[in-house]
């Protein structure tokens, strides 16, 4: 009987053993996955982007950099967020712009000077009010400027200086906390290219901030077209519009106008798309009883941009202007193609949203899909020869973009505007 | 007697199992290391034909690091504060997310993307070498170098976490005739990080990687002596982010290849 409890005793153990040693070995086999995590010092759980940040929409910028202008400045055209340089500098200008003291008028040639010194200067190619550029950049300003450049100059102090420029000449400063050594480090990383602005040349009918880049890297041949998303059904279902109502008739254009009282939307079969919705609102701006702020104005104009590009797969549009009105705000989109903005023959906007009280009451876009072509096409105009070319037109700037005429190739050129 | 026998038969059973995927495990380990000595030989092969020795020393099996994006520490910030101008430093908000700590001993401004900078301290340092050494410990910095002389000179050092080098977040301390004048550096903390993506590029592949750069860009060297898998330090506008490199040591000047993207660029 003894033998018999020992026996069985013996058993049960070489049972539990071989079971665990088995269940150890299946799980260290290709058969099962393992669970090792990537050798990492911490291994905690993958980042979620959040979707749809204001910072997403701040379009191409022209950077100019100097760390000593005897030895020359440091230009570049048309560079996008992504950009390894505009991805150093923007950190730079949130601080600048965050720890601002209190804006004053500056002298062009106290702001001349500072350009000579450790610099960076940022072109936005469209004027913004500073209150829209710092909610791009995650932060908050008070000031309504217009800005269509800024500068970050170490000077000789130990803070940096932040300099705002406005189309129509105005120059502001403020000082910030910004060190300078963050300055002049990404300053002195940069190789002088030659570059300079317009006032240093013989252009002097030019803007005279208008950046002359000694060296263009030639952007790529488009091929331009409505996405294939561009559909009735989806634009409806992006829009929080019935995809199925019978409020709809086709007029003698060929457009779709579907009218949801009072809310109506023309979608045209060239790509354009008109919004209108008389009071009272509207289309899914927040709900807010009193007059929306620059801030929400620009948030829903941005939600609305993400729903109409998500929906029919049309190109990313681009923060390129934003106006304050008597009740409202008008905020203005664009196309760019590798930091290069799509301009159309009218000038208009690829994206005009009017927000008023607290909703979007009107739109006009224009839905375009461009995708860079393999091919390669004549190659632009040396920098000089463009810049000589641009100073037959007093006050004009320079710079690089595509024209969308309705073709379905596109060439980028030089553009003085 | 039923159960007595059922029990040997499940006891074979899993004896049988347990053979089975012991033999398994041992033919995938062994295929493995054969995969793994044929690539080491034919990169070595492929070496030799570009007249470029690698070390015998080298560790060609080593893990793969992920990529991090790391939060800002206020705790840290105020430690390194303190420590340099003592415990009557205070903090002020700056905006822009720059943030200084004073005493009567100077400023040290500390700034979103884990970089600080102070000048103008005046900080009594009764040994210098002591003094930073302590820090050094204190606060994950290794490697450090001094150039002091008669008590003037700085000493720098470069982070590490979890035993991994990050390149890009170092310290620089400068002193004056026994006094610390000045400090600038970065430091970055592992709580709160979070993995992004996991490297691509292994060792093998960031050596033929280096060697196609090599010879397309006439770099001048003619032995790898060492490669580690090291961190380098990207304040970047979206985020602060730790990017796993391959750092690959040459007999004239170390190079990095980007575990993710596999670009190249000299250290």
């Known amino acids: ?417 | 007697m039923e159960t007595f026998r059922l029990k040997n038969i499940a006891i074979l059973i899993l004896l049988l199992l347990n053979i089975g995927l012991l033999a398994l495990i041992a033919s995938q380990r062994w295929q493995s290391r054969r995969v793994e000595s044929e690539t080491v030989r034919q990169l070595e092969t492929l070496c030799q034909t570009s007249q470029l020795t690698l070390n015998s020393r080298l560790q060609l099996s080593q893990p793969l690091l992920s990529s991090l994006s790391l939060s800002r520490r206020g705790e840290t910030e105020r430690a390194i504060a303190v420590y340099l101008l003592g415990g009557s430093a205070v903090s002020a908000s700056q905006g822009g997310g720059i943030y200084s700590y004073s005493s009567e001993k100077g400023s040290i401004q500390f700034r979103a993307g884990g970089s600080f900078d102070g000048s103008r301290l005046s900080v009594e340092v009764d040994d210098i070498t002591e003094f930073a050494q302590q820090f050094c410990s204190q606060f994950g910095y290794q490697n450090m170098t001094a150039d002091v002389n008669s008590r003037s000179g700085s000493v720098t050092a470069v982070q590490e976490v979890a035993g991994v080098p990050v390149y890009g977040c170092t310290v620089s301390l400068y002193f004056e005739k026994g006094v610390l004048t000045g400090v600038t550096g970065a430091h970055v903390s592992l709580e709160n990080a979070a993995v992004e993506s996991a490297g691509r590029i292994d060792c093998i592949t960031a050596l033929v990687r280096f060697l196609d750069y090599r010879n397309a860009a006439g770099v001048v060297c003619s032995e790898v002596t060492d490669i580690q898998c090291v961190y380098i330090f990207q304040a970047a506008a979206a985020a602060v982010r730790l990017r796993p490199a391959w750092r690959v040591e040459t007999d004239t000047y170390p190079y990095f290849v980007d575990c993710t993207t596999g670009d190249i660029s000299r250290g």
Request: glycine share 8%.
């Open chain 1, 1 to 417: 009987m003894r033998n018999k409890r020992t026996a069985d005793a013996l058993q049960n153990a070489a049972l539990l053993l071989l079971t665990v040693s088995a269940l150890f070995l299946l799980l260290r086999t290709p058969l099962l996955p393992s669970g090792r995590a990537a050798a990492s010092p911490a291994a905690p759980a993958p980042v979620q982007e959040p979707a749809g940040e204001l910072n997403a929409m701040l379009g191409s910028v022209h950077i100019m950099v100097t760390a000593d202008s005897e030895y020359g400045r440091y230009g570049q055209l048309c560079a996008d967020s992504q950009d390894a340089l505009v991805q150093r500098i923007i950190p730079l200008l949130r601080e600048a712009l965050g720890s601002a003291a209190e804006l004053e008028a500056a002298a062009h040639q106290d702001f001349r000077d500072a350009l000579k010194g450790s610099a960076l200067y940022l072109d936005f190619t469209a004027q913004l009010p500073l209150t829209a550029l710092a909610a791009c950049l995650d932060e908050s300003a008070v000031s309504q400027h217009g800005v269509r450049g800024a500068a970050l100059a170490a000077g000789s102090g130990e803070g940096v200086s932040l300099y705002l420029r406005s189309e129509d000449g105005g120059l502001f400063r403020c000082a910030t906390a910004l060190p300078a050594s963050a300055v002049e480090e990404v300053c002195a990383s940069v190789s002088p290219n030659g570059s300079s602005f317009a006032y240093e040349t013989n252009y002097t009918a030019l803007d005279p901030y208008t950046l002359l880049a000694s060296e263009v890297r030639q952007p790529p041949e488009l091929q331009a077209g409505l996405p294939a998303g561009y559909t009735d059904y989806n634009l409806l279902t992006a829009m929080d519009f019935n995809a199925h109502t019978n409020s709809r008739y086709t007029d003698r254009d060929g457009a779709v106008v579907v009218e949801e009282s009072p809310r109506t939307l023309r979608i045209g079969l060239d790509g354009k798309v008109v919004y209108s919705n008389a009071p009272p609102p509207l289309y899914r701006a927040a709900e807010k009883e009193a007059q929306t702020s620059l801030t929400d104005a620009l948030r829903d104009a941005w939600n609305l941009a993400t729903l109409l590009t998500g929906g029919t797969g049309a190109s990313p549009l681009y923060l390129s202007g934003m106006d304050e009105e008597e009740d409202g705000y008008v905020v203005r989109f664009r196309y760019q193609v590798e930091g290069v903005p799509v301009c159309f023959p009218d000038e208009s906007a690829a994206l005009e949203v009017t927000v008023r009280g607290a909703a979007v009451t009107a739109f006009t876009y224009r839905c375009r899909s461009y995708t860079p072509s393999e091919e390669s096409g004549a190659p632009l105009l040396p920098p000089a020869m463009a810049a000589a070319m641009a100073s037959l037109h007093p006050d004009s700037g320079l710079s690089l973009a595509y024209v969308d005429g309705g073709n379905a190739n596109l060439s980028p050129g030089w553009l003085a505007q």
